[in-house]
């Protein structure tokens, strides 16, 4: 029993320990039909396959012309060019040559017929039946969309690490380019485990487990696939029967509740019973979340605490990253939101040699200052009404234990969270 | 054909009259289960159907007792309580009465038996056997989590407006609300039309049509359920009856390119031929994008220019408000990103009545400095690279046409765009 105590490790530790232990190994990348692609995360420059435009294209509708031809025109000289042909967007254009003193009539967008090098816009030239009638010359290149003009072939047109969106989609596509090498998303299965839960809505002898909602919802908005399980009773056999089984499909697996050294927490020695660990982390040195502990064979096991904001302390400091870190995005799923001067002191006694991570909401001031206030959430561990009312987190380093009013600290949004 | 020549609408009115002719009585609540609601938007405010705790619970495990029965115990008399049972998290506790003088064991989370008002955590007391010791009174409360002490019963949990993410599925299921009423997700189909164009990347003859994947992904980034068709041809008869099969089966019926007054653009004249329309758009004052017109019968046919930027300002200024209405979002789609100081002077001379959309580059400023410089990104309208390059966007007001350096500008971001 003595084993399963908890050895804390700073979050910082345990972070790089499963980054370059589980990390560096599981990462992997796919090739995905470009359409497919949507949120995932390039990892390799692409360049473009060709030119675009692929060649001079008409930037108007208007008449293909010889520049040359059109050197002596001028209102005293004006010249008449017969329009040879009208062509469509559907037609082959560059299979067209213009005949001497003669022009092609092309729409928006069309390739030049081949020996053309300039357009005449419809609206800026005068038409008498099957003729214009040009009054100046036209120069070499007037209104034609270069090729390449757009983006050049073998330019470098997607960095590593771009979150594929909507417009990459098409400029992908534009470029020739229908397949795509990104990091493959990790499938995640979220076990909860507890015998006083259900996932049946009209069980009500049971309580409905609900953590798992947030868990997986957090999990797919930073880079993962995430699959929900019916709780699991405390009961050793059927808790290592089911990480098994999720070990041979799915790539990372958590476990919320059970994890704690009480007497019906068998998750941590299950775990372990498996076969020896490459890694074990008992532990981590933040509250609340404390409980959150890893063993790790060739995938994770990382077990969450059960109270909701020690779950989600878990999710935040060592499950996100690791799945941030697979699917190609950088780890930590925190961002900066905004900055604010602390209200009233901030007292944080307890667990002081640990990292803290408290909700905080903002104040609106009220006299119109541009200054941002804000304040720490009144709350227990277990209430899950808080991360309806906060703004955001403050993280709070070891050994401290007070932040005196009017001090400035940047309070951090959750990816997929606030 | 004068009849369809372009009145462009200040971009303002057009979006009020689509909004409060097809917004307002295309507006629809659907009642959705929970668990399927992520991402979509509350059109009611929520109240909790229950307390949370619904009942008294242990904050620690612990014993649970009777704080009266404690009052005389001191270090000089020490008062034994018996240890009458151990309940389990499973156990319905509440059935269970305390005998005088005895104590019973709760794990953490667990619902008090009937008569007890206080939990000793077990590592806080001394235990000889079946008994503990008590050696100062237990208050009543002490660490007890109380009936409604996260959430009240009938306290707004949630307000209209709010954008479903996983700790509100969380929190909705905890209170007992397995229904939500919510807007309904406009379905959007959208229609690209140009005989020159393909969907099939095997198809070399023809252009590959990309602009719908750019278009469906800010659709279904806005509150919009997006359907691609393949390209349809400059064919009078095919647009109009895939225009009208659309209208049976979607909610917004979205045509990008044939708009126009060229030759081959029949979209305007055959959406105006299937029956008197309710509201009439053609053309928008904004560049660019003047040519996105708009057809309202019981549901609106949306016309989007062909040239992606002409398109893409369209989609910004009259589609995705309308589809955000709906869904129950605020009609912009744009947010502020950044200010911004004008590095070089700005000139857009043309269009000058006209509302003007550009693309703007940040500029990293040599010395570290905190102010931001910002920048035109040049390019021409049917370019598409400029997408992949752009920090945002910058409007500029009618009758302006050009900005000074140093001037302040506040640089807008495209949800689901950048």
Redesign the interface.
């Given at each position: 029993m003595a084993l399963s105590y908890f050895k804390y490790e700073r979050v910082e530790d345990a972070q790089q320990k499963l980054l370059s232990l589980a990390g560096e190994s599981m990462k992997r990348v796919e090739i995905l039909d470009v359409?497919n692609a949507?949120g995932y995360i390039l990892a390799e420059d692409i360049r473009s396959e060709r030119d675009?435009p692929q060649n001079d294209i008409a930037?108007f509708?208007g008449y293909a012309i010889r520049s040359e031809d059109t050197k002596l025109a001028s209102p005293k000289n004006p010249l008449r060019f017969k329009i040879a042909k009208e062509i469509?967007?559907?037609d082959?254009s560059s299979d067209y040559e213009i005949p001497c003193g003669e022009v092609i009539y092309v729409?928006?967008?069309c390739e030049l017929p081949k020996n053309a090098n300039a357009i005449v816009p419809v609206e800026s030239v005068k038409r008498e039946g099957d003729y214009i009638i040009l009054t100046r010359p036209i120069a070499k290149g007037f209104h034609v969309?270069r090729k390449g003009?757009?983006?050049k072939k073998n330019e470098v047109?997607?960095r590593k690490g771009a979150v594929i969106?909507?417009?990459?989609?098409?400029?992908l596509?534009?470029s020739g380019i229908?397949k795509v090498p990104v990091y493959k998303k990790p499938r995640v299965v979220v076990m909860p485990i507890?015998?006083?839960l259900t996932n049946n809505?009209n069980e009500h002898?049971?309580k409905?487990e609900?953590?798992s909602?947030?868990?997986?919802?957090?999990i797919e908005?930073n880079g993962g696939i995430a699959m929900r399980k019916a709780p699991i009773p405390d009961d050793p056999n059927l808790i290592s029967r089911e990480v098994e089984e999720a070990l041979e499909n799915y790539d990372i697996i958590v476990t919320i509740g059970g994890a704690s050294v009480?007497k019906?927490d068998f998750t941590w020695s299950e775990a372990r019973r498996i076969k020896k660990p490459r890694l074990e982390i008992r532990g981590i040195k933040v509250h609340p979340g404390r409980v959150t502990s890893v063993v790790l064979f060739e995938k994770p096991i990382i077990m969450l605490p059960?109270l909701?904001q020690s779950t989600l302390s878990g999710t935040i400091f060592i499950l996100l990253p690791l799945i941030r870190f697979l699917a190609g995005l950088p780890p930590s799923p925190l961002y900066p939101k905004f900055v604010g001067k602390v209200k009233s002191v901030i007292k944080i006694p307890e667990f002081k040699p640990f990292k803290r991570m408290r909700f905080i909401r903002r104040i609106e001031s009220m006299d119109n200052e541009k200054e941002k206030f804000i304040d720490l959430l009144r709350y227990?561990s277990?209430?899950?009404?808080v991360?309806?009312k906060a703004d955001g987190i403050i993280t709070i380093p070891e050994n401290i234990d007070e932040i005196s009013p009017n001090e400035t600290l940047t309070v951090y949004g959750v990816y997929?969270?606030?």
């Open positions: 359409r949507i675009i930037h509708d469509k967007l559907t082959r729409p928006t967008g969309i003009s757009d983006i047109i997607l969106q909507g417009q990459h989609i098409k400029v596509l534009d229908f507890g015998s006083e809505l002898r049971k409905l609900t953590h909602y947030l868990i997986s919802h957090l908005k009480g019906m059960g909701i227990e277990f209430h899950s009404s991360l309806l997929g969270l606030f």
